[in-house]
């Protein structure tokens, strides 16, 4: 069965960092995708950031692309998300998500089949 499991959310003055880290488990193949989401009540999840671990294509959401960066480290099957230059637009719930790798557009949630519980991260003035 899949796992993921979230850690790294925290709070930080806007212009800050944070690393969130999502521990993926269950996989027998490597022929899937991460993706990093976020999510305020009241709104939908926002897909930020997705990679492809087989070949390693990489996607940002417009409002994050330059400040923050999507990785894995495959000897400890874990997708990182390093968050820099962080704004108070940036504050949410954050969720990691998996999926088959053709399962459709990497920015919508409704297309990702396992899911994480999240982690909070908040930006303040």
């Known amino acids: 069965q899949v796992q993921l499991v979230e850690s790294g959310g925290g709070s930080v003055a806007a212009g800050g960092s944070l690393r969130l880290s999502c521990s993926v488990s269950?996989?027998?193949?490597?022929?899937?995708?991460v993706a990093w989401f976020r999510h305020n009540p009241g709104s939908e999840r926002e897909g930020v950031a997705a990679?492809?671990?087989?070949?390693?294509?990489?996607y940002y959401d417009a409002s994050v692309k330059g400040r923050f960066t999507i990785s894995q480290d495959k000897a400890t099957s874990r997708v990182y998300l390093q968050m820099d230059s962080l704004k108070v637009e940036d504050t949410a719930g954050y969720y990691c998500?998996?999926?088959?790798?053709?399962?459709?557009?990497?920015?919508?949630?409704?297309?990702?089949?396992?899911w994480g519980l999240g982690t909070q991260v908040t930006v303040s003035t």
């Open positions: 998500a998996s999926s088959d790798a053709y399962a459709g557009s990497w920015y919508r949630a409704k297309t990702y089949t396992y």
């Open positions: 269950g996989y027998t193949e490597n022929n899937h995708r």
């Open positions: 990679i492809y671990l087989a070949d390693g294509r990489i």
